[in-house]
């Protein structure tokens, strides 16, 4: 023991010394620094506010694509300015207080158990990730269904099969690499899913008489994303903006378009039907636009897919670290942090 500036300091220990074979010379024994060893220790990097938005944004809806066969645009506008106070601000309002009050994975699945008991728990978990992982295996075929119109070469035998393996397999990989890759890609994915349909809503003519048509659609699955509370980078304040942010741009992205088309195009009310938003377009700006509307279908339908999955699989990871389910369904993936049981089990079911 030394003093240094009236404070003791402790000598290093001395290396630690065996005899050689020979009986000579001692042989030092290496000593391993811990803080010098590397160690790949996986980053769980949260998601932020935008990537979120967009995220919720495909949970919920993914464009407005499909909601031609709803009966004309009447019902449809007065349905997206009613319902959404009527199911959509009060379920979101919900999601925003528990996915605040059990920042968790795992998401209703924890409310059921803190509500009713672990059996009601399980049973809930249980039902939505089967109805999940039917619901997530269309997207793919639905993304091929798109994509045919492009190229037709797509609308059977072998070339249909291989792609619909080809997209599920890649966007479960996209997947796996985790929450902000598939996140900022969202943002993406939206943006240009949408554009085709502001631009069409401003270069449409209006005919205020034509407005009033289409239907009544339901905007559900806000709670889907509570299985992702335990990923949200500050939750207390990101979930809730995140929630309403995208409500606001669902609406929106369902309002414009029908105002665009119902303004600027006469038709039949039994041409009202899916696909016509593309045909629309083609009226309204001209075979560019159609295709545009075509390709966002495309990409529209690879968020639907990437946003149930990430739902079903986390829904999984937080069951198993419940206790709801073995906890080999907690496990993480070495390199990326994500639940790679859940992913798994959740995209076996394709077509």
Not at 40 to 64: D, H, M, Q, W
Not at 91 to 111: D, H, R
Not at 174 to 193: E, H, K, M
């Amino acid at each position: 023991m030394a003093e240094l500036g009236g404070r003791p300091t402790q000598e290093p220990p001395p290396p630690t010394t065996t005899t050689s074979t020979n009986g000579d010379t001692p042989n030092f024994l290496p000593i391993t620094d811990p803080s010098t060893t590397p160690t790949r220790i996986p980053t769980n990097k949260k998601l932020s506010l935008l990537p979120l938005i967009f995220l919720i944004y495909f949970e919920v809806a993914g464009g407005p694509y499909g909601e031609e066969p709803a009966g004309g645009p009447l019902l449809a506008i007065l349905g997206f300015l009613v319902f959404p106070f009527i199911w959509s601000v009060p379920e979101v309002l919900i999601t925003a207080e528990l996915s605040i009050a059990f920042p968790g994975n795992g998401g209703f699945v924890i409310w059921a158990h803190r509500a009713f008991g672990p059996f009601f728990g399980s049973l809930l978990g249980t039902w939505k990730f089967l109805s999940w992982v039917i619901n997530i295996a269309s997207f793919p075929v639905l993304c091929i269904d798109y994509l045919e119109k492009l190229f037709p070469v797509f609308a059977s035998g072998l070339p249909r099969k291989l792609a619909i393996l080809i997209s599920t397999l890649f966007s479960s990989f996209v997947n796996y690499t985790g929450l902000a890759i598939v996140g900022y890609p969202a943002v993406g994915l939206g943006v240009v899913s949408l554009l085709p349909f502001i631009i069409m809503s401003l270069t449409a003519k209006k005919d205020w008489n034509l407005f009033f048509n289409t239907l009544f659609l339901n905007l559900n699955f806000w709670d889907n994303v509570s299985t992702l509370a335990g990923e949200i980078e500050k939750p207390q304040k990101t979930f809730p903006t995140a929630l309403f942010s995208a409500l606001i741009l669902t609406c929106f992205a369902y309002i414009l378009p029908l105002l665009a088309v119902t303004g600027a195009v006469s038709v039949d009310q039994s041409e009202w039907e899916s696909g016509f938003m593309a045909n629309a377009a083609q009226m309204i700006s001209g075979q560019w636009l159609k295709i545009w509307i075509e390709i966002g279908a495309v990409l529209s339908a690879i968020g639907l897919f990437e946003a149930g999955l990430s739902s079903c699989s986390y829904q999984l990871l937080g069951m198993g670290d419940k206790g709801f389910l073995p906890k080999f369904f907690a496990s993480r993936s070495k390199w990326f942090n994500t639940p790679w049981v859940g992913i798994l089990l959740s995209t076996h079911d394709f077509h």
